[in-house]
């Protein structure tokens, strides 16, 4: 299989069902955490108070979900899948949270396109990603699937 295309401005012809790509790593800091809490307004003490969360089966503060699948949609950016032709963010689907992510946990995102569907009146086509958001170990701390919105070249 080909590899997913690594830079910006790609469109929708370019991608084929099948393709793989991987993101670089990003280490998830106690910021991150601090600062989606204070963007999101969810100050859930699991993810806040580090006291509390020696109690918790955890044993320490953990991501916020939708902080993990944030920064997820943020390594796809850089790699140039989501690049610069994405018209919409259209869906997140069957998205699964399976391990929590820790401050120290350095992540990154495999994709694999398994879908690809020209929609000519819209001058785009819809791409369904299979994402996943894998830490230092390799171990899948989320995943589902992605629907985006790109443009065709003509």
């Not at 946990?105 to 819809?126: F, I, N, Q, W």
Request: proline letters at 3%; glycine letters at 10%; a negative charge.
């Amino acid at each position: 299989m080909s590899n997913l295309p690594v830079s910006n401005g790609f469109y929708f012809e370019d991608f084929s069902v099948g393709q793989k790509g991987t993101s670089a790593g990003r280490t998830v800091t106690e910021h991150d955490i601090t600062s989606f809490a204070g963007l999101s307004g969810d100050f859930n003490q699991i993810h806040t108070d580090a006291e509390y969360a020696k109690d918790t089966p955890f044993g320490q503060r953990i991501a916020h979900g939708l902080l993990g699948l944030s920064i997820a949609s943020g390594l796809a950016v850089q790699t140039g899948v989501l690049g610069a032709n994405v018209i919409a963010f259209r869906e997140v689907n069957e998205w699964k949270f399976v391990k929590p992510v820790f401050i120290g946990d350095t992540v990154k995102v495999e994709m694999e396109v398994v879908e690809a569907k020209h929609l000519p009146r819209l001058k785009a086509g819809s791409l369904t990603l299979a994402a996943s958001l894998l830490n230092q170990d390799n171990a899948t701390c989320m995943k589902g699937l992605w629907t985006v919105l790109v443009r065709t070249r003509d």
